[in-house]
Structure formats: structure tokens, C-alpha cells
């Protein structure tokens, strides 16, 4: 082979690895690009407060109860779960950044503790911020209060599984995996995932949205369905929010103080309690 050739050959080897760096370039600028848009359906208000249908579904039963759902961003995600006709509170939870609180009014009992002591937040590499991210609607990095513009790169976008509109979004995370379905065209999300691959199996949550309404200038998803597939309990937990009247009220207080009458009790017991009203 001449010296002729060899240019040639190494010419074209050149104009290869350069056509895959713009295409990669191209597609990775579009990956980011549909994340910002994902990042930026987050909306302005830090307070939302609506009246809430909760239910449960459990291998043996359902429950169906009223309540209020009360969000202050970065502070506290409440469920208040109301008695049905009399209106009157019977039980709460209550997520902060430090702690969760769960409050039984019935049995006059509650349950304070950090998410490494719930073992289902912890397992699944739950924290105050990434449920946050779940009630909101918004992505999420593990450990950290919001996806910043570094935030953006750690997150793999794969356009050729789109399902429909959607577009799966993942992020990898140890023994964690994260996947949010997105809307191509809106940024909105219409699915989030969470699996947690564990030595008892596969971990699941997932959180489906739908129903978007107009919330100020963007909009907000009024039906939440949530399933929980607890390997370690081989369990599966069905709940869904449905929302409505959704305000921005802030005159409320942030954080919740058992009265000295309550009695602190073990997680597992005032669960089976609340699942019971």
C-alpha cells in the first residue's frame, strides 16, 4: 500500500470519529435539553393545599378517606386523613427534612422518626427531598435539594424507547435506579420509578400522574396513583391522591407537635392502626 492510500484510509478514519463526535454532541445537547425542559414544569409556588380523596389498597382490602394535603417546599409535605361525614382529623403524616411523623388521633399515639429508621424509606434510598421531588412532580438527584445545572449531565435519556409521547429519563444510583417517563413535546412527567435491587429482590415504587390542571402559569397533576412492591414483605401497596380545589394558601403552620397525651409507639403499629380508620 502506497503512501497515497494510507492518507486516504486515516482521512477517512478522521471524517468518521468526527461525523460520530457531532452526532454524539447532537444527541447528548438534545438529552439536556429535554431534561432542562423537564426541570423547568417545576413550579413557582413554594405552598399548595388541596382537598384530597386517599386510598389504599392492600392484598385483602381497600380503604377510602377525605383529607387535605398541605405542601411548603423544602419544610414539610403533610396528609391529613379525615373522619368521612364528620370532617374531623384522624390521623396525619408528616414529612420534614429532619424527620417523619406519623399520628394516630384515634388511639392517641404517634411515631417519630429519621428515614433510616423507616425501612422502607431507607432501603430505597428515600429522603425528605426525593419524596418531595415524587409529590411535586419534579426530578430528583439523590441526595441532593434540587437538580442543579450539573445536575442536568448525570441523567441518561434514551429517545429510542419512547413509549408514545414519553421518553424514559434514568439515573443510576448504587444499588438504586431511577427512571421518569417524560413528555417529549411538555416536559411534564407522567411516571417515576424507583428500584432498589436488594438481597431479598427487587424493591419497587412507582408513582403515576395524570389529570394535569392549571396551577398559576404551569400546571399540576390531581390524580397520583402509587404502587409499592416490598420485596422483603413480598407486599404490594396500592394508593392514589386525587386533588381538588388545589389553593396556595400559606397561612398555616410548618411543623406538627404530638400533644403529652400521645403515646410514642413502634412504626409498624400505628400503620396497621391508620390502615384500619
Known sequence: MNTKHIFKGLLALVLLVLVGTVEASAQLKKNVE?????VDQALYQKNLVSDLTFTVNTDSREI?????LRMRKDEVIRLQLLIPLLRSEAGRIEFTPSHVLFIDRIHKQYVK????????????????YSLQALFWNQLFVPGQKKVGEDGVYKFNVDTSAKNGPLVPIMLKDG?????????YQTGLIGQAEAKYN?????????WNYSDFREFGSKTFPAQQDIVIEAAAK???????????KITANDTWESFTTPSDKYRQVGVDEILDKLMML
Open 234 to 244: 413480598k407486599k404490594t401497596i396500592k394508593a392514589s391522591l386525587e386533588l381538588e
Open 34 to 38: 429535554l431534561v432542562h425542559k423537564v
Open 175 to 183: 444499588k438504586m435506579q431511577y427512571k421518569w417517563m417524560a413528555n
Open 198 to 206: 436488594g438481597s431479598d429482590g427487587v424493591s419497587v415504587l412507582r
Open 64 to 68: 377510602s378517606v377525605p383529607g387535605i
Open 113 to 128: 422518626a429519621t428515614y433510616e429508621e423507616v425501612a422502607f424509606l431507607r432501603n430505597n434510598g428515600i429522603d425528605f
